[in-house]
T-cell receptor
Framework: DAGITQSPRHKVTETGTPVTLRCHQTENHRYMYWYRQDPGHGLRLIHYSYGVKDTDKGEVSDGYSVSRSKTEDFLLTLESATSSQTSVYFC???????????FGPGTRLTVL | GDSVTQMEGPVTLSEEAFLTINCTYTATGYPSLFWYVQYPGEGLQLLLKATKADDKGSNKGFEATYRKETTSFHLEKGSVQVSDSAVYFCALGSSGGSYIPTFGRGTSLIVHP
C-alpha cells in the first residue's frame, strides 16, 4: 500500500475562515489529486498535480487553490470556507497518469 | 469526453448470492479499467484492474473482464459475504494525453446474513 496520510482527519470551521488540508506521501509518486465526495455526487475532482509546482484544475475548482512545492506534499486551501464546501475530502496519488490511484483516509470538513 | 455509467444502488443481497454490478464506459482511447471498493469511513482502495481488451482482473473472489466490443467491465462474485458490504466504483484510467481518471458514481452493496 502507498504511504499516504491526510491531515487533519476532522475539522469544524466557520464560514469565511481559511482552511488548509494537507496530503503527504512517502512513495515518491508523481501524480497527486484532490477529490471531494458528497452523497449523490460520487467523487469529484478539485485539482490535481502532475509534478512539483505543476497543477491544474478539475471539475469543481472554484473556491479552492492548491500548492505542491515538493513531491511529498500537496496542499488544498479553501480561501474563505462556505457551507457548500462541507464534504469529505480525499487525496489520491499514482505513479503514472494511467495507473492505479491510491487514496488517503479522507478529511471530514464541516463548515458552519 | 470519457464517461462511466454504473448501475445505481443500493444492491441488496442475501449472503452467498451471486453478484453482478454493471459498468459501461465511453473513452477516446484505450484506458485501463478499474474497480475500487470503499468501506465505511475509509478511502477507496483498488479491488481489481485490467489493462487491455479481454484481460480479466480478479481479487478476493471478484472478477471483471475488459470487453472492448461492448465497452463494459461488469463486476461479478459467485458468493457474497456480509463483509463485502461496501460501495463499489468503476473507473477508467486517464487516456488520450489526459492526466485525469474517470470514476462512476458508485454502487452501494448491502449483504444480509
Amino acid at each position: 500500500d502507498a504511504g499516504i496520510t491526510q491531515s487533519p482527519r476532522h475539522k469544524v470551521t466557520e464560514t469565511g475562515t481559511p482552511v488548509t488540508l494537507r496530503c503527504h506521501q512517502t512513495e515518491n509518486h508523481r501524480y497527486m489529486y484532490w477529490y471531494r465526495q458528497d452523497p449523490g455526487h460520487g467523487l469529484r475532482l478539485i485539482h490535481y498535480s502532475y509534478g512539483v509546482k505543476d497543477t491544474d484544475k478539475g471539475e469543481v475548482s472554484d473556491g479552492y487553490s492548491v500548492s505542491r512545492s515538493k513531491t511529498e506534499d500537496f496542499l488544498l486551501t479553501l480561501e474563505s470556507a462556505t457551507s457548500s464546501q462541507t464534504s469529505v475530502y480525499f487525496c489520491a496519488l499514482s505513479r503514472g497518469a494511467t495507473d492505479t490511484q491510491y487514496f488517503g483516509p479522507g478529511t471530514r470538513l464541516t463548515v458552519l | 469526453g470519457d464517461s462511466v455509467t454504473q448501475m445505481e444502488g443500493p444492491v441488496t443481497l442475501s449472503e452467498e448470492a451471486f453478484l453482478t454490478i454493471n459498468c459501461t464506459y465511453t473513452a477516446t482511447g484505450y484506458p485501463s479499467l478499474f474497480w475500487y471498493v470503499q468501506y465505511p469511513g475509509e478511502g477507496l482502495q483498488l479491488l481489481l484492474k485490467a489493462t487491455k481488451a479481454d484481460d480479466k482482473g480478479s481479487n478476493k473472489g471478484f472478477e471483471a473482464t475488459y470487453r472492448k466490443e461492448t465497452t463494459s467491465f461488469h463486476l461479478e462474485k459467485g458468493s457474497v459475504q456480509v463483509s463485502d458490504s461496501a460501495v463499489y466504483f468503476c473507473a477508467l484510467g486517464s487516456s488520450g494525453g489526459s492526466y485525469i481518471p474517470t470514476f462512476g458514481r458508485g454502487t452501494s452493496l448491502i449483504v444480509h446474513p
